[in-house]
Each structure stands twice: as structure tokens, then as C-alpha cells.
């Protein structure tokens, strides 16, 4: 494995951490809702990969979307019957919402779908290796750097260039003065959740072959997320990408060269990161 | 708690009027030893309830008194665990009591230390950097298997009678009762600190930090100061639970414990030392309940209580619990005068 290697793995799996965080992103970044249950709306989109792949016989690439779809539609739903009550209240009452909607969501999951590890049949296509200037690279994560790379591009776009960005980013701005002006606030806001939780779900969907699904899923890289928003700040939708691929290439490389310390690697730099900048690598200067 | 010079007399006042025993405190605490008697069978749950209460406790200390969020709390429970499973498995010190203060004035360290980290940042930042600190113990605690046993945790741990004249025994009714003493000790302990000088002015900075600060509380000191004594009761209380169950393991350091801790903190009411207690009780009846319904799936009906309780407001659900206590106790009071 050369260090081209492992930094194309890095910014393959940064990537998808980026596209797997940036809904919380929004909803902890921007909205400043602590949502520790994002990363149950990823499993649901990879379990619903899963199902429709495996036991329905879908073409990767058709249930891809699908994924997107059904996280989205949960959140949405979630959205509306839960997660507003919640939006005046304190950090501490949304952890602890969150908390109750992880356990939830990772002991039903267990119901249903059994708690070993699922894997989603990939078309032959998108396995093995492919030479690319000399470098050996894995076309599954090619395809993940693509996609991904894509979805950021629209991403910023949409934020930056659309109505609907500018619509988003006076919402959170001054709530206040944004309904003052005709903006269906909450509407935007359950917008961008049900949105957010889509890509998660989509970001599942892909990560499955290399983060790996089971029912512990959401607990397992709850970690992750949070890293991602809270090192990335929240004034742009730049800083969790750079957090993403940080973490990501950081990852790779401290398992690839100091596998005896795993993950503790990356708890360091977190917290290092918060002490020094306790409000983000990118953030605002002062927290609100 | 010494008092400080500066104390105001009405101060002193209002710390002496809360810090009087009242009857119901007796009653639960005299409750609390008749289960020696009343549930013979029952000792270990009734072993993981003391435990666990302490453990509420210190989380009180700092959540409901201090108003200091936490994510990671088990991070001093799981070290107070270690520390006392590594001092026994080594023969350093396999007197119980002894091992207990030890670990509990290890965890106190790792508290102080750590409280620095803590004090920096928003609501946001401490959520993160106490769960950052318990989740990188639990890697430690992983990766250092030659010390701690990896994911197998410590096994076998061995004690000595209890001051060396109680053994335990199988039943686990010496383990109770000495959970039992040691809670009723540090509640003792902690019931005079929060009425201390020192426990209001703690209070007055979880109420509002800026105007604390103005009239001359040092603000940050006295947070470390509250953030290390609950590291030592947590510490102490994961010792008690290794001692107890015998073995230590990664578990303890785990997001859920630090989750779990939370809802039983929050079911009994935050700041009021009472809280952790009961919380306690009902959290393990609630856990036993779910567990002979659902044995593996127990965690689901645990989060659907915590989602229910934080939408209906943990105030509102508060007043309503409370409203039988206050009841019965003012019917005593009326009695009481005629």
C-alpha cells in the first residue's frame, strides 16, 4: 500500500463521512439542534439498500435513490410529529430525545432484521480494482469519490446559488426577520431535516461495503458525525467537508500505520481540536 | 465544607433551614435498610440499585447542582472499576474499603485533569469533549489488553472480607450492605456540601454564570471543584459495582452507560439528591420489567421512556410525580400542628 494509496482511501472514505454528516451538518451546525440520532436515518437508507437489493433483486444504482427516498420520508415524518417540539428546548432535552429515538431505532432494527452484519450485493462491475495512472485503485471507491464529489458540488451550489439556499441560510440566520419576510420557516426547516436525513440515508446506503450495517450502526460512528460538525464549525457547508476529509485520510492513515491505537487516534484530535478551537476548526467566532 | 469568611448571615440561614432532616428522608432511608430484611432474595439487584445510585448521584451533583452537561460520566465509573479490579487481580490492595478509596481518589485525579478540558466552550463543546474523554478511556481500555484484559475485561477478582471481618457471600447480602453503608455515607457527605456555602454558590452558577461571577464567585474553580468530587463518587461507585459483580469490563466505559445514567438522573428529577436515588430504583424495576418481557429488546421501551419524558417536559412530569409526595406531606404537617 503506497501513501497515494492511502490517501485516495482516505478521501474515498472522508467523502462519504462528509455525505453521511452533512445533514447534521445543518440540523447541528446551522439549526443547532443536537441530533444524535442522525446516524439511525443512515442505517435506514442501508437497510432499505439492502432489502431491495438482496431480497427484491434491484439494480444497485436503482436502490441507491430509493434509499435516499425513504430516509428522507422517515425524517420528514419525524420531522413533523417530533422533532419541532423540540426546537426551543435545551441541549441537554434534544440528547436525551436523541438518545431514546438511537436505542429505539438500534434494538428495532435488531427485531426485524436480526443483529449480524448485512452486506449489500454489489453488481460485478463494481468490484475489484482498476489502474489508473499507475495506481491501483478500488472502483467501489472510486464510484464513492464520484458520487460524493457530485453531491458536494450540488450541494454548495444549491446552498449558495438557489432560491431555496438563500431562503435556508436567512432561516437560520434571524428566524425572526426571515418569517418577517414571507419565509415559511418551518417549512424550510423541515425541508432541509427531511433533506439532510435523505443523504444520510443515500451516504448508508454506499458506506455499508466499507463502514459495515448492522443495528449498532448509529451508535458506532454517532462519534464520527459529531467529529465531523463540531471540528468542521458550522458557518459553511466547507468546513464539515475539510472536517470529513481530515478525519477521513486521518483514519485511514492511523489505522494503516499505528493499528494498535485505532480510533483512539481520532477522539485525540477531536478533543485537541475543541481545545483549541472550542467552536470548530471553521467556525464562527462566537457561539450562539 | 468550611464555610467561607464572607458567607452572609441570611445565607448561612437559608443553608441551615435546607440542610435539616425532615420525615420522609428518614422514612426513605430507613426503607432503604428494612430491604435487607423485606427482599432476601433480591441482593444483587438490590446491590446494582446502591451502586447505581451513587453513580446517579454524582451525575447530579454536577448535571442538577452545577448545571454541567455530560455525555461521558461513565468515563469515571469505568476507571474507578478498572482501578479496583487491577488492585485486587494484583494483590496490591485486596481489602475492599481500602481499594474503594483508592480507585475513587483515581477517578477524582482523572476528574480534575479533565475538568480543565471541560470547562472550555459552549453547552455544545462539553457534550463532545466528555464523550470524546469516555470514549477514548474505552480504547485504551481496548487496545492496552495485556493490562485491562481487552474486550474480555478483568475476570475473577477476588476480595478480602470487607475491613477483615465481613466476607462476601454468595448471596450477595454482605455485598448489599456494604453498597448500602457506602451510598448512605456519600449521601451524608454530598447532602452537606450542597448545603454548604460552597453547594449554594455552585447553584447560583448553574442559575446564571455571568452574574455569579459578578458578585465574586470564582465561577471555574468552583465547577473543577464540583466536577472532581462527582469523579470521585462516580469512581467510587464503579469500584463497588467490580467488587460486587467481581469483574470489570468495557462496558463501563460505554456510550450507553453515560445515556443510561442520564435518564435515570433525569426520571428522578435533577437537582435534589433524592433524584439519583429514585431514579435509580425506578430505572432497574423498569429495566427488570422490560427485560422479562423482551429480554434482548429491553433497550427500546428504555428509549421510548426517555423520548416520552423529554416530550412531555421533565418539569411537567416532575410536578406531577411530586404532587403525592407533597400531599401526604402536607396532610402530616396540618396533623402535625392541631
Known amino acids: ?6 490517501l485516495f482511501d482516505g478521501v474515498a472514505y472522508g467523502m462519504l463521512l462528509f455525505v453521511l454528516a452533512c445533514g447534521l451538518a445543518v440540523t447541528l451546525g446551522l439549526m443547532n439542534f443536537v441530533n444524535l ?3 439511525a436515518f443512515a442505517m435506514a437508507g442501508g437497510y432499505v439498500c439492502a432489502i431491495l437489493v438482496n431480497r427484491i433483486g434491484w439494480p444497485f444504482f436503482a436502490a441507491l435513490p430509493m434509499a435516499f427516498i425513504a430516509s428522507a420520508l422517515i425524517g420528514a415524518v419525524l420531522e413533523r410529529t417530533l422533532y419541532r417540539h423540540l426546537y426551543h428546548r435545551s441541549h441537554l432535552d434534544q440528547v436525551l430525545f436523541s438518545i431514546g429515538l438511537v436505542f429505539m431505532a438500534v434494538t428495532g432494527v435488531d427485531y426485524v432484521m436480526g443483529s449480524s452484519q448485512m452486506f449489500i450485493n454489489l453488481p460485478s462491475y463494481l468490484q475489484g480494482q482498476i489502474d489508473l495512472f499507475g495506481l491501483h485503485v478500488g472502483r467501489y471507491r472510486l464510484m464513492i469519490v464520484v458520487i460524493c464529489g457530485l453531491l458536494t458540488i450540488a450541494l454548495q451550489l444549491i446552498l449558495s446559488k438557489t432560491r431555496f439556499g438563500s431562503r435556508l441560510r436567512a432561516a437560520v440566520d434571524d428566524p425572526r426577520a426571515a418569517s418577517g419576510l414571507g419565509i415559511n420557516v418551518p417549512q424550510v426547516f423541515a425541508f432541509t431535516f427531511a433533506f439532510g436525513c435523505g443523504l444520510a440515508g443515500m451516504g448508508g446506503a454506499l458506506g455499508a461495503e466499507i463502514l459495515g450495517l448492522d443495528p449498532h450502526f448509529p451508535l458506532k460512528f454517532m462519534i464520527y ?21 481530515l478525519l477521513g485520510i486521518g483514519d485511514v492513515a492511523g489505522k494503516y500505520y499505528v493499528p494498535t491505537l485505532g480510533a483512539f487516534v481520532i477522539y485525540t484530535l477531536m478533543i485537541v481540536i475543541l481545545l483549541w478551537r472550542p467552536n470548530g476548526l471553521f467556525g464562527r467566532s462566537a457561539a450562539r | 465544607m468550611k464555610a467561607d469568611s464572607t458567607t452572609h448571615p441570611e445565607v448561612a440561614t437559608v443553608a441551615m433551614e435546607s440542610a435539616r432532616w425532615r420525615s420522609p428522608e428518614v422514612a426513605f ?23 447505581l445510585a451513587l453513580f446517579a448521584l454524582s451525575l447530579d451533583l454536577i448535571l442538577g447542582y452545577a448545571g454541567i452537561v455530560s455525555l461521558g460520566h461513565a468515563a469515571f465509573f469505568g476507571f474507578g472499576g478498572y482501578c479496583a479490579g487491577l488492585l485486587a487481580l494484583h494483590g496490591i490492595i485486596k481489602e475492599p474499603v481500602l481499594a474503594l478509596l483508592v480507585a475513587g481518589l483515581a477517578a477524582m485525579l482523572l476528574g480534575f485533569v479533565t475538568s480543565f478540558l471541560v470547562m ?30 481487552g474486550s474480555d475485561g478483568l475476570q475473577g477478582i477476588e476480595m478480602q472480607p470487607i475491613l477483615g471481618l465481613f466476607s462476601f457471600d454468595i448471596f450477595g447480602k454482605v455485598g448489599f450492605i456494604y453498597c448500602l453503608v457506602v451510598l448512605f455515607i456519600l449521601f451524608l457527605l454530598a447532602r452537606r456540601i450542597v448545603n454548604s456555602p460552597f453547594g449554594l454558590s455552585v447553584r447560583a452558577i448553574r442559575n446564571n454564570p455571568l452574574r455569579a461571577s459578578a458578585i465574586g464567585i470564582p465561577v471555574n474553580r468552583r465547577l473543577i471543584a464540583i466536577y472532581t468530587l462527582a469523579a470521585f463518587y462516580a469512581g467510587v ?17 460505554a456510550f450507553e452507560r453515560s445515556a443510561d445514567l442520564m435518564l435515570v438522573v433525569i426520571i428522578g428529577g435533577t437537582g435534589y439528591l433524592y433524584g439519583g436515588l429514585i431514579g435509580a430504583v425506578i430505572f432497574k424495576l423498569l429495566q427488570e420489567l422490560f427485560s422479562t418481557i423482551t429480554p434482548q429488546y429491553w433497550q427500546f421501551w428504555i428509549g421510548a421512556v426517555l423520548v416520552v419524558i423529554v416530550l412531555i417536559g421533565r418539569e ?3 410536578r406531577w410525580v411530586m404532587f403525592v409526595p407533597r400531599l401526604i406531606a402536607s396532610k402530616f404537617s396540618r396533623g402535625g400542628a392541631a
Open chain 1, 37 to 39: 440520532a442522525h446516524g
Open chain 1, 1 to 6: 500500500m503506497t501513501l497515494l494509496t492511502i
Open chain 2, 120 to 149: 472550555r466552550g459552549s453547552d455544545l463543546t462539553r457534550l463532545m469533549v466528555t464523550l470524546g474523554i469516555a470514549l477514548l478511556l474505552r480504547e485504551l481500555a481496548n487496545k492496552f489488553s495485556g493490562l485491562t484484559g
Open chain 2, 29 to 51: 432511608w430507613l426503607l432503604a435498610a428494612g430491604c435487607i430484611l423485606l427482599f432476601p432474595n433480591r441482593y444483587l439487584i438490590l446491590t446494582e440499585i446502591a451502586w
Open chain 1, 225 to 245: 458525525f459529531l467529529i465531523v460538525v463540531t471540528v468542521g464549525g458550522s458557518s459553511s457547508i466547507t468546513g464539515p467537508f475539510f472536517a470529513s476529509l
Open chain 2, 316 to 318: 411537567r412530569l416532575h
Open chain 2, 237 to 253: 461507585a464503579g469500584a463497588l459495582s467490580t467488587q460486587t459483580t467481581a469483574l470489570a469490563s468495557l462496558d463501563g466505559f
